[in-house]
């Protein structure tokens, strides 16, 4: 007689796992080699920051006659020709100069050219929030730089969001919970969350469709602080992320390509009463 060994099921995140795009899978993999292994972890390099708060920074910049964007310090990824190699002090400035309400820059280094030195960088060179974009999978991730706010993507952590979230919040950042859709968008909720973006690019297929957000934000409740992310390219974007209810828009690739101050100066200035 043949013994064959137990066969095990899928778990749910494996599952969710093999849906994503090679690309995101590989950005998983090459996170989760970073990542030091539980018994070389101490507690003595937890980070404890004090954060620029976002939602003055975003009143701010509504005060002003600005639509409230974060622009993104994004050197390259992997939907990007080539790399951008400017001063990541230098960028930022240009886009605060263009009128950015707080800037993002990607931490992730394989597939975006990024790293916590950037960011440490920018920050110091900047006086907005400054997001820290990556792939953020256990609280030991959280200490590598002090940063203002810090990406969490519901589809990567699922029942790890709460936790996450605490772990955020515990070190003193804004913790920005990215969905993609309405159920990501419930535990978002369910978790507490307090600022949401909602991501048009999906992780599965890597296509752009700003019909997401406006398919998600109408369940976004009042009290939450609602961010457009990805696929926003012209001032005509802007306005229908606007009147579909984003509080604020995350723009990289199209900030990035060409001149950032000026390409945040005509987004900024797109405009329009929101519905
Ligand atoms: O931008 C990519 O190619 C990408 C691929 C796989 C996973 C994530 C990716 N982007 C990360 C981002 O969050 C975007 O940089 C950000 O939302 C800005 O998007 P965009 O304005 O479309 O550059």
Request: aromatic share 2%; net charge negative; no cysteine.
């Amino acid at each position: 007689m043949v013994k064959r060994g137990k066969k095990r099921g899928k778990k749910r995140g494996e599952k969710r796992e093999e849906e994503l795009a090679p690309e995101v899978r590989s950005i998983l993999e090459s996170v989760r080699s970073r990542v030091p292994p539980a018994s070389r972890r101490t507690d003595s390099g937890r980070i404890a920051v004090d954060a620029r708060p976002v939602a003055d920074a975003f009143a701010a910049a509504a005060a002003d006659g600005r639509v409230p964007i974060v622009a993104e310090v994004k050197p390259t990824s992997p939907t990007t020709e080539g790399e951008r190699t400017d001063d990541p002090a230098e960028l930022a400035r240009a886009m605060v100069a263009g009128g950015a309400a707080a800037i993002s820059v990607l931490t992730e280094p394989d597939h975006f050219g990024g790293s916590p030195e950037s960011l440490a960088r920018v920050r110091e060179a900047v006086d907005v929030p400054v997001l820290r974009k990556d792939f953020l999978l256990s609280p030991a991730q959280l200490d590598a730089v002090e940063a203002d706010l810090v990406l969490l993507i519901a589809r990567f952590l699922e029942d790890d969001l709460p936790d996450m979230i605490e772990a955020a919040r515990d070190r003193g950042f804004q913790p920005l919970v990215e969905v993609h859709d309405v159920t990501e968008l419930e535990n978002a909720i369910a978790a507490d969350a307090e600022i949401v973006g909602v991501n048009n690019r999906d992780l599965a297929r890597l296509e752009v469709d700003l019909g997401t957000f406006e398919r998600v934000a109408p369940e976004v409740p009042d009290h939450v602080t609602l961010i457009a992310e990805s696929g926003v390219s012209t001032p005509a974007d802007v306005r229908r992320m606007r009147a579909a209810g984003a509080d604020a828009l995350l723009i990289g690739s199209a900030i990035m390509d060409g001149d950032p101050e000026e390409n945040t100066r005509r987004l900024a200035a797109a405009t329009e009463e929101r519905t």
